[in-house]
């Protein structure tokens, strides 16, 4: 569930400030499709279990797992929009509420239903004289057991504490991103809040350098923790970094200018 970046930063209604740039970047749309396609491609098409297609498509096939950027570019994305929204409402009495009150409707009511879908899902199965007529994946068994993970999910944990089970795995593979976006909400705000914007500037970038040690650390140092290399957030947040970075540039008017 790879959600994605919003390009709409303010709505009317809000208390932010508001700016003649705060409009819709049509360009950004295109690079969200783009990410979309990237995600879909290497979820649907590199990732599906086929026989062997012969030389030519294994080798296209093989080319196509780059689709995994796609992510990296809705982080990119996320960075930059996320991060012109704190940029521009920094100096709002409502600063926090409202963000994380926009976050929460956005995210939570769609999120916290799946969330609500799996759990009935496993409890038929699980205790319910309905287990003969629930569909579930071949070779998949539900059990009681299925149900201790949801706390982790409710907590966008997942991402930290990571071993699926065979179902969970499919139910909620994909959700590792949100989990990486929800711990960046949690970190941005009060940075951009209360750093100034020199020293903003010095941390995105030291992130950026370190994020890419941390993936080299954890995938060769920590054998039994591999997964952070891909799925903590701060391994990914040099993307995340960018976009901030990037939005930043974007509302200096010297930079805009070239």
Same mark, same amino acid.
Request: net charge positive; aromatic share 14%; with cysteine.
């Given at each position: 569930?790879?959600? +994605?970046?919003?390009?709409?930063?303010?709505?009317?209604?809000? /208390?932010?400030?508001?700016? %003649?740039?705060?409009?819709?970047?049509?360009?950004?749309?295109?690079?969200?499709?783009? +990410?979309?396609?990237?995600?879909? #491609?290497?979820?649907?098409? /590199?990732?599906? =279990? !086929?026989?062997?297609?012969?030389?030519?498509?294994?080798?296209?096939?093989?080319?196509?797992?780059?689709?995994?950027?796609?992510?990296?570019?809705?982080?990119?994305?996320?960075?930059?929009?996320?991060?012109?929204?704190?940029?521009?409402?920094?100096?709002?009495?409502?600063?926090?509420?409202?963000?994380?009150?926009?976050? $929460?409707?956005?995210?939570? *009511?769609?999120?916290?239903?799946?969330?609500?879908?799996?759990?009935?899902? &496993?409890?038929?199965?699980?205790?319910? =004289?309905?287990? @003969?007529?629930?569909?579930?994946?071949?070779?998949? +068994?539900?059990?009681?057991?299925?149900?201790?993970?949801?706390? %982790?999910?409710?907590?966008?944990?997942?991402?930290?504490?990571?071993?699926?089970?065979?179902?969970?795995?499919?139910?909620? $593979?994909? /959700?590792?991103?949100?989990?990486?976006?929800?711990?960046?909400?949690?970190?941005?705000? *009060?940075? #951009?809040?209360?750093?100034?914007?020199?020293?903003?500037?010095? #941390?995105?970038?030291?992130? &950026? &350098?370190?994020?890419? &040690?941390?993936?080299?650390?954890?995938?060769?140092?920590? @054998?039994?923790?591999? !997964?952070?290399?891909?799925?903590?957030?701060?391994?990914?947040?040099?993307?995340? =970094?960018?976009?901030?970075?990037?939005?930043?540039?974007?509302?200096?008017?010297?930079?805009? =200018?070239?």
């Amino acid at each position: 569930m790879t959600q +994605a970046p919003e390009l709409a930063p303010v709505d009317p209604g809000d /208390t932010f400030s508001h700016h %003649k740039e705060n409009r819709r970047i049509l360009e950004l749309d295109g690079l969200r499709g783009l +990410a979309i396609l990237l995600v879909i #491609i290497c979820h649907y098409i /590199t990732g599906a =279990s !086929h026989p062997p297609l012969g030389f030519v498509a294994d080798h296209l096939i093989t080319i196509l797992h780059l689709g995994w950027s796609g992510v990296d570019l809705f982080f990119v994305l996320s960075g930059f929009l996320i991060g012109g929204i704190l940029l521009d409402s920094r100096n709002s009495p409502n600063y926090f509420r409202i963000f994380y009150l926009r976050r $929460v409707h956005r995210i939570l *009511p769609v999120y916290y239903s799946w969330i609500l879908l799996y759990v009935a899902l &496993v409890s038929i199965c699980a205790y319910s =004289s309905l287990r @003969p007529v629930i569909m579930t994946p071949p070779g998949i +068994a539900l059990a009681a057991q299925d149900l201790g993970i949801v706390p %982790k999910y409710v907590l966008f944990t997942q991402n930290i504490f990571y071993s699926p089970r065979p179902f969970e795995w499919q139910w909620f $593979v994909v /959700t590792w991103s949100l989990a990486v976006e929800e711990q960046f909400y949690l970190v941005a705000p *009060p940075l #951009i809040r209360w750093v100034s914007q020199r020293i903003l500037v010095v #941390i995105l970038c030291l992130t &950026v &350098v370190a994020a890419p &040690v941390l993936r080299y650390v954890s995938f060769v140092y920590l @054998p039994n923790l591999d !997964h952070f290399s891909q799925f903590s957030m701060p391994c990914r947040a040099d993307a995340l =970094s960018l976009g901030v970075l990037a939005a930043i540039a974007w509302r200096s008017n010297s930079i805009r =200018s070239y």
